[in-house]
DNA sequence: ATATGTTATTGAATATTATTCAAAAATTAA
DNA sequence: TTAATTTTTGAATAATATTCAATAACATAT
């Protein structure tokens, strides 16, 4: 049942991942406790907010990388936070920043293929009042959140 | 000794994390066993690369976040690729992708303030050639690599 | 359809690791 | 200096990952 790892890949997305304490403590020559009560402490005042999962996204069905720059309609300018609220609810969209400049709104896109950022796309400009919007295709990721590449 | 906490935030950006497995065995009522499996085999497979830590990037002196679109000068324009690999060693850049349209890349910054972000690009205009930078500084994430927020 | 090789699932045993606890040390505030 | 608070740490325990071997499921060829 290949089923199991996309559920897998799933939960890993959000979280389902825990630091290695003994590993760091070997590392940093410190005790486990200590290294234990010190994450804790940065559990506690949200300095670490969670751990998770990184993936080769081509092989997770998000090979496709886009960044969207955004102006919205008249009446949404006044407000582009409730916009960006909720188009960060797609699990297309890795990231929704409101920027300054010449557009309100920076979305990073990893869909699968061409066919499903263009369903994205058409879909979020009915959807959303999106006055003009600025397609930039990556073509190579040469870093991300996932450290270094080749 | 606070020195402790930043080395394991340090370790925890790179991976020094592990999946849960035992949780996830919990919540997909399956056995813990056939998770470990599965999660090896992804593992094997490069689809997952690491597990690491999610942060607010404001309590680790990261809180200015800036997108910077580039265009390289004459002599690297054919190869923007070299140029990409150079400014991704940087620890302020958290991406790099280089991409199509007016400009050839787009860095994603983390910068502990304006100061920080200036320097940087003062350097890297100078260091490899960039003919033209925008700046697009985020003045709002409402998503980002850490699912949701407020 | 049946045999055969491969991959996936699983329980039981073991090895590792995280967590708790209590005491001591270090730091900070009064 | 003293008192209060935070941090460090070792020992004991609890929880979890890992290994292993057996079985099941699946795919492929005959």
Same mark, same amino acid.
């Given at each position: $049942?290949?089923?199991?790892?996309?559920?897998?890949?799933?939960?890993?997305?959000?979280?389902?991942a825990t630091?290695?304490?003994?590993? $760091?403590?070997?590392?940093?020559?410190?005790? #486990?406790?200590?290294?234990?009560?010190?994450?804790?402490?940065?559990?506690?005042?949200?300095?670490?907010?969670r751990y998770k999962?990184?993936?080769?996204?081509?092989?997770?069905?998000?090979?496709?990388?886009?960044?969207?720059?955004?102006?919205?309609?008249? @009446?949404?300018?006044?407000?582009?936070?409730? %916009?960006?609220?909720?188009?960060?609810?797609?699990?297309?969209?890795?990231?929704?920043? %409101?920027?300054?400049?010449?557009?309100?709104?920076?979305?990073?896109?990893?869909?699968?293929? %061409?066919? @499903?950022?263009?369903?994205?796309?058409?879909?979020?400009?009915?959807?959303?009042?999106?006055?003009?919007?600025?397609?930039?295709? #990556?073509?190579?990721?040469?870093?991300?959140?996932? %450290?270094?590449? #080749?």
């Amino acid at each position: $049942m290949k089923d199991i790892r996309q559920k897998i890949v799933a939960l890993l997305k959000e979280g389902y991942a825990t630091p290695q304490i003994a590993r $760091m403590a070997k590392r940093l020559h410190e005790p #486990s406790t200590t290294i234990h009560y010190n994450i804790k402490r940065l559990e506690k005042d949200k300095v670490i907010i969670r751990y998770k999962g990184i993936f080769t996204y081509a092989k997770i069905d998000q090979g496709y990388c886009t960044f969207l720059l955004i102006n919205l309609v008249q @009446e949404k300018y006044a407000d582009p936070e409730s %916009v960006a609220r909720e188009i960060a609810k797609s699990d297309l969209v890795e990231s929704v920043n %409101v920027i300054t400049g010449d557009y309100e709104l920076l979305l990073k896109l990893r869909c699968k293929d %061409v066919d @499903e950022y263009y369903a994205f796309v058409k879909g979020a400009i009915k959807k959303h009042g999106f006055a003009k919007v600025i397609s930039l295709t #990556s073509i190579k990721e040469l870093k991300g959140e996932f %450290v270094q590449k #080749s």
